[in-house]
């Protein structure tokens, strides 16, 4: 059975992830930090769980010494662009420079059985900045404008320095994905958390930093499924990872009220400087054209249906 480690396993993607490997037949392996109670997602059944620490490098060599995987996909580091603004070193070491521990004991690995590790990065949109080039492809220059796109612009450069020295190493640049499983820190899930309370009578108010900035926002098991098809393609790449379709985040708030049939909701909803950006690109759509023709991607939800998901499994978790 092929075994592969994932990193970053308690959040979004990676419990999706685990579900989807186990389901093909995979022996899954995570590299676990936090205390249990401390989760964002449950560590799905079957899962090895080791403990290591993405600023201890020797753990994670240890656990890849030990498991001796076929792949690792590191999903892990500090996800928000907003925790980047208040910890920018911690997101430079975790985001970034642990990269380079995991490409080292993957490329060693390598070296030491004689047979290929193969080595998968959750790049990011953040990357681009604010790219006036619209839709951002894989040439799109890369040019951050927030400590966690500078931060995962030094880990994709160096998937692709080991690329060259002869790693299948491969990186998924992705665009916003969202699922119920999303943690409110994202814009997303704190617009269908609070319309669900107000539909429900217990909140009268939403604060958003900015009605304008513009996302391609898309379904996560469909970016998982993204990133299962990149490990397994022909050759190393990187690959853009996005629906092609953006909205303002004022068309997802209508979205979400709609999803519970209020159509008057500019009243319920006002601009608080707390959560503003410092800088914040306009703008990010993407262009999965490479992924769509190479690897046969597509996306199976459109972003009412995202948006109405997320909406109905917040109406549920207040009962
Ligand atoms: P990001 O694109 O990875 O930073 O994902 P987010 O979901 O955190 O933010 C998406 C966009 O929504 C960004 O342009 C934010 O500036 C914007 N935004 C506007 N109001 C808010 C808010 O109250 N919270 C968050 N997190 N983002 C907001």
């Known amino acids: 059975m092929a075994s592969v480690i994932v990193t970053g396993i308690t959040g979004q993607d990676g419990s ?181 309370r107000i539909k429900k009578g217990t909140s009268t108010e939403l604060l958003l930093g900015n009605l304008d900035a513009r996302r391609d926002w898309g379904w996560a098991p469909d970016y998982v499924d993204a990133l299962v098809r990149i490990a397994r393609a022909d050759v190393a790449d990187d690959f853009i990872v996005a629906t092609g379709v953006d909205h303002s985040v004022r068309d997802f708030v209508a979205a979400a009220f709609a999803a519970v049939g209020i159509s008057e909701w500019e009243h319920l909803v006002a601009l608080d400087p707390r959560f503003a950006r410092p800088v914040d690109a306009p703008v990010m759509l993407g262009d999965s054209s490479k992924l769509r023709s190479t690897l046969g991607w597509s996306p199976t939800r459109s972003f009412e249906q995202v948006v109405a998901a997320m909406v109905t499994h917040d109406l549920e978790l207040l009962g």
């Open 16 to 196: 999706y992830l685990a579900e989807r490997l186990l389901g093909d037949g995979w022996d899954v392996h995570a590299i676990v930090r936090e205390e249990p109670h401390r989760f964002e997602q449950e560590v799905v059944a079957g899962v090895s769980v080791h403990r290591g620490d993405l600023l201890d490098s020797e753990s994670l060599r240890a656990t890849i010494d030990e498991v001796e995987p076929d792949l690792i996909v590191n999903l892990a580091g500090i996800s928000s662009v907003a925790q980047s603004w208040s910890q920018p070193e911690l997101t430079a070491r975790v985001t970034g420079f642990a990269v380079s521990s995991l490409l080292a004991a993957a490329w060693d690995l390598q070296e030491r059985l004689g047979r290929p590790v193969r080595f998968v990065q959750a790049s990011s949109s953040e990357m681009f900045g604010a790219a006036t080039e619209l839709p951002q492809t894989e040439r799109t220059a890369i040019a951050p404008i927030s400590p966690y796109g500078a931060a995962k612009a030094y880990a994709h450069h160096l998937v692709g320095v080991y690329r060259g020295r002869g790693l299948f190493a491969a990186s998924a640049i992705l665009y916003n994905h969202e699922s119920p499983r999303r943690p409110e820190t994202f814009v997303t899930r704190k617009i269908t958390q609070e319309v669900a």
